[in-house]
């Protein structure tokens, strides 16, 4: 795609405008800051380019050079903050369309948006002793509201983090989120934000690496994994048993935060950092990359409750085995009582969006075992919690294609078994 050999109209390769390691050097030099010409629009600023090999490519490969750009991007909503898309210029492109979208838009009916105004804000930034800062409501926020919008500002490509390695000189991944920074006229909101109790310091070697991976989610927009950082999700402190989650609009670009169920005055808002359903020492591995030590309810309770949802949780990570293996043998007897315990176990470790996985297999299940009636029962409950979860689009139940039923849902899942979770945030990856 972005070989190097293409010409590089309208970009500027890193290294013409850097002369030294700029990990060192102190943000928000005023004469990084440019003024937006409207000749690279799209984008603000001229592209600032890095180029990218392969080092376990071979034979011809080798030589294949891809370039990732910094495509900074003004957002026209007043309060909507900057973005900066550091992706191959082609990728970017397809990217800026969707920018602008308004967050509210994706996630609430027209009925919601007409109810909504700044009044409607139910949430502030707060201290939080042992975590830094987090999010606080400020009013009764009910179950399944969506209370909290945000816009991506930095996306990075995960090519830079997996195999490919910047090969421009004095250009790293941290010299390319810092020129990202540098360029938006509302860079503060990115540098308030925190890499945790006993992170790096400014100025330190990876510093801005660390944000992100402290702060970004984990998402794709399309075919693209990236890292995305959501400057004001990014306050929301994690929780193994969160009262809210993450959802991502079709571009990927925008996210709303809704409640799994009612959050009062005062509460803290959490969301899962992790994926849904792990043990406790799971749990603890994976938070490893974020630097705290959970204290979380969950974390926290006495060793024989923890032991008890922890059996419950091995138990349903074993059953997913055994349904498939179940299923091949057609021993749907068997699949269906395994499945029924499992969905008893999601219940108590308050699992609800795993639970609609679990009601679709019962669907399924009792179909193939010649009991539609009961099928339909189990496809209505999964139909239900996706709804309220918002995973049925913004109005539920109806829309272009009609009212959902257990063949538009089986269609949704696939034909084959799919024991795919939903969790929301397979983000915090
Ligand atoms: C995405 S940020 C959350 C906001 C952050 N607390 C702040 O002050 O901006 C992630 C960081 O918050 C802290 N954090 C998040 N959840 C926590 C928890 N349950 N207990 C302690 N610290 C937590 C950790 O330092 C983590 O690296």
């Known amino acids: 795609d972005d070989a190097a050999s293409d010409p590089s109209i309208g970009s500027d390769t890193i290294d013409n405008i850097l002369g030294q390691n700029i990990n060192q050097q102190p943000l928000k030099n005023p004469e990084t800051k440019f003024t937006p010409d409207p000749k690279h629009a799209p984008w603000t600023h001229k592209p600032l380019c890095a180029k990218a090999l392969d080092p376990t490519a071979e034979g011809e490969f080798k030589k294949v050079r891809k370039r990732f750009c910094v495509h900074s991007f003004a957002r026209k909503a007043k309060d909507a903050h900057s973005a900066a898309i550091i992706m191959p210029p082609s990728l970017a492109e397809t990217t800026s369309e969707f920018l602008d979208e308004d967050p509210k838009i994706q996630f609430l009916n027209d009925k919601q948006i007409e109810k909504w105004n700044e009044k409607s804000r139910s949430y502030e930034v707060v201290d939080i002793e042992g975590k830094g800062k987090g999010v606080k409501a400020t009013r009764k926020i009910r179950q399944f509201e969506t209370f909290m919008f945000d816009q991506a500002a930095i996306v990075v490509d995960l090519e830079l983090e997996g195999k490919l390695k910047i090969v421009s000189?004095?250009?790293?991944?941290?010299?390319?989120?810092?020129?990202?920074?540098?360029?938006?006229?509302?860079?503060?909101?990115?540098?308030?934000?925190?890499?945790?109790?006993?992170?790096?310091?400014?100025?330190?070697?990876?510093?801005?690496?660390?944000?992100?991976?402290?702060?970004?989610?984990?998402?794709?927009?399309?075919?693209?994994?990236?890292?995305?950082?959501?400057?004001?999700?990014?306050?929301?402190?994690?929780?193994?048993?969160?009262?809210?989650?993450?959802?991502?609009?079709?571009?990927?670009?925008?996210?709303?935060?809704?409640?799994?169920?009612?959050?009062?005055?005062?509460?803290?808002?959490?969301?899962?950092?992790?994926?849904?359903?792990?043990?406790?020492?799971?749990?603890?591995?994976?938070?490893?990359?974020?630097?705290?030590?959970?204290?979380?309810?969950?974390?926290?309770?006495p060793p024989d409750i923890l032991a008890a949802s922890d059996a419950r949780r091995k138990r349903i990570s074993a059953a997913e085995a055994k349904l498939v293996s179940h299923w091949q043998a057609k021993k749907f007897g068997a699949a269906i009582r395994l499945a029924e315990e499992v969905v008893e176990l999601m219940k108590v470790e308050e699992l609800t969006p795993m639970l609609t996985d679990e009601y679709v297999m019962l669907a399924k299940l009792h179909l193939m075992a010649g009991d539609r009636h009961t099928a339909e029962e189990h496809a209505d409950t999964a139909i239900e919690i996706l709804k309220n979860l918002g995973f049925l689009g913004k109005d539920g139940y109806e829309d272009d294609e009609g009212p959902w039923d257990m063949e538009r849902l089986m269609k949704l899942y696939g034909d084959e078994m799919s024991i795919k979770r939903n969790a929301p945030d397979e983000a915090a990856s």
């Open 169 to 301: 000189k004095n250009t790293t991944q941290e010299t390319l989120i810092v020129r990202a920074v540098e360029r938006m006229n509302d860079s503060s909101l990115i540098e308030s934000l925190s890499t945790g109790g006993g992170g790096k310091k400014k100025g330190e070697e990876r510093y801005w690496m660390q944000l992100m991976e402290r702060n970004a989610f984990g998402t794709n927009l399309g075919e693209v994994d990236v890292k995305a950082l959501f400057p004001n999700a990014a306050r929301i402190n994690h929780a193994c048993n969160p009262n809210a989650f993450v959802m991502f609009s079709p571009s990927g670009l925008s996210i709303g935060i809704k409640a799994y169920r009612d959050i009062e005055v005062g509460e803290e808002i959490t969301i899962s950092y992790l994926m849904l359903g792990m043990t406790s020492h799971q749990r603890h591995a994976n938070l490893e990359r974020w630097g705290f030590k959970c204290t979380c309810d969950l974390c926290s309770s």
